[in-house]
């Protein structure tokens, strides 16, 4: 994704398109998977954890991205397909690798609907497995 991508995508989200935060959301878009913030800091090296944290609340307050609680002991973040929220399609299953310490998502396989009690309403819902990756398989 360019620039000019980033952008847009920041200001259908009434995000004011900073260098950072262009920079920041360029990074996880390419990174394709769930990152978490020590990721995002070794990625780029040019801006300080503390920016990278400030930006990441802000995405995670207009729902640029969504944060996902993977076992690890730190939160990841994925950036939401939503238009305006997160969307249904965001809530998909999750693979954390007790390896590699990675977290992989999986977009094709759909969530489990819950139906829950009566009086109770869903904001969001994380079905995560935890095994070994493809690649850590491979290396033994």
Known sequence: M????CEERLERKGVKPTANRILILHAMLTAARAVSLSELESMLDTIDK??????????LKQHLIHAIEDGSGSLKYEV?????ECSISDMHIHFYCEECHRTFCFRSIDIPMVS???GFSMSSIN??????CKE???RK
Do not use: Q
């Open 2 to 5: 360019d620039t000019r991508n």
């Open 50 to 59: 503390s920016s990278i944290f400030r930006t990441l609340t802000l995405f």
């Open 80 to 84: 939401c397909d939503g238009k305006n």
């Open 116 to 118: 829950l009690p009566e």
């Open 127 to 132: 079905y995560l497995v935890k095994g070994v």
């Open 136 to 138: 850590c398989t491979a």
